[in-house]
Nanobody, 124 residues
Framework: QVQLVESGGGLVQAGGSLRLSCVASGNSFSNFYMGWFRQAPGKEREFIAVINWSGGSAHYADSVEGRFTISRDNAKNTVYLQMNSLKPEDTAVYYC?????????????????WGQGTQVTVSS
């Protein structure tokens, strides 16, 4: 079992930055690809970014490419999402998730474990 706890959300003006953190329990953190998703009211959960086991490879949704950066620290069992140049359309609940396979990482069905989410609100 892996438990994930996100933090770092909040209210920020457009153009601002936030850094989300997700801490995992257990000693198998480095066995998982770690992803970030978001869900806005009335919309489906959307893939944002994923990072591989070692942190040497990452992939992003087109909507955040160049603005968001995913990273991880396996010694701290933590994955981060640095969000810059935020836009009102980035407003959503952000979730981190653990994927044991790293094959279809854009699909939320592949992820076995999820955090409770953290709210990000970007004002115009």
């Amino acid at each position: 079992q892996v438990q994930l706890v996100e933090s770092g959300g909040g209210l920020v003006q457009a153009g601002g930055s936030l850094r989300l953190s997700c801490v995992a329990s257990g000693n198998s953190f480095s066995n998982f690809y770690m992803g970030w998703f978001r869900q806005a009211p009335g919309k489906e959960r959307e893939f944002i970014a994923v990072i591989n086991w070692s942190g040497g490879s990452a992939h992003y949704a087109d909507s955040v490419e160049g603005r968001f950066t995913i990273s991880r620290d396996n010694a701290k069992n933590t994955v981060y999402l640095q969000m810059n140049s935020l836009k009102p359309e980035d407003t959503a609940v952000y979730y981190c998730a653990a994927d044991p396979f790293g094959v279809d990482y854009g699909c939320y069905d592949e992820y076995d474990y999820w955090g409770q989410g953290t709210q990000v609100t970007v004002s115009s």
